[in-house]
């Protein structure tokens, strides 16, 4: 059973800037939700994407997008990236309908 | 706004000693999750508790949910130093939506 990944690990963007974040489901897994976890906080939740489609979603701007795609692998978007928006982002797969969700490693961002 | 209050934030422990961490909202979540997390890693999934009074026990942590569903608590008992790390709770409202705590950094010396 291959376990949540994402890419890249690291990035550097500046201001104004976009940025896209990939993320690989868990075997079966069809549901991928997106976290952003500033430093020294808990993660907040961005949006959930199942079977293709946006599922719920926090309190984030517009330019925070997703997409799923068929494989149920998932990106997640920022446009005019903001120095508030340096963070980890998580994403974290589940199976629809399941309460346990197994989170990635995360990809650092970092906007100067 | 942060619907979930953890305490304390901060807790440093020599190993063999006991610890209690607090997970406080005034909302009502379908279940509870506790995770803890490493530098760089994403959170691992700990334990779900899901009926009110629920009591789970992993080895040497004990999770306790509320009767009400809005509180939980994670009991450590004879703390070692491989169970240092950040503690994150999470509530779960309705089926998708996880509202994460503040966390409570854990360090146990030696």
């Known amino acids: 059973e291959t376990g949540v990944t994402q890419s890249p690990t690291h990035l550097i963007k500046t201001r104004g800037q976009q940025v896209t974040l990939r993320c690989s489901s868990q075997?079966?897994?069809?549901?991928v939700s997106w976290y952003q976890q500033a430093l020294g906080q808990g993660p907040q939740f961005i949006f959930q994407?199942?079977?293709?489609?946006?599922?719920g979603r926090g309190n984030f701007p517009p330019r925070f997008s997703g997409l799923q795609f068929p494989n149920y692998s998932s990106e997640l978007n920022v446009n005019a990236l903001e120095l508030d928006d340096s963070a980890l982002y998580l994403c974290?797969?589940?199976?629809?309908?399941?309460?346990?969700?197994?989170f990635g490693p995360g990809t650092r961002l970092t906007v100067l | 706004t942060q619907l979930l209050e953890q305490s304390p934030q901060f807790l440093s422990i020599q190993e063999g000693e006991n610890l209690t961490v607090y997970c406080n909202s005034s909302?009502?979540?379908?279940?509870l999750q506790w995770y803890r997390q490493e530098p760089g890693e994403g959170p691992v999934l700990l334990v779900t508790?899901?009926?009110?009074?629920e009591v789970k026990k992993l080895k040497r942590l004990t999770f306790q949910f509320g009767d009400a569903r809005k509180d939980s608590s994670l009991h450590i008992t004879a703390a070692q130093p491989g169970d240092t790390g950040l503690y994150l709770c999470?509530?779960?409202?309705?089926?998708?939506?996880?509202?994460f705590g503040t966390g409570t950094r854990l360090k146990v010396l030696a």
């Open positions: 974290a797969s589940l199976q629809g309908g399941g309460r346990e969700q197994f």
């Open positions: 075997s079966g897994h069809n549901t």
């Open positions: 999470a509530g779960a409202k309705g089926t998708y939506k996880y509202i």
């Open positions: 909302s009502v979540f379908s279940s």
């Open positions: 994407y199942y079977r293709e489609e946006e599922n």
């Open positions: 508790v899901v009926t009110g009074g």
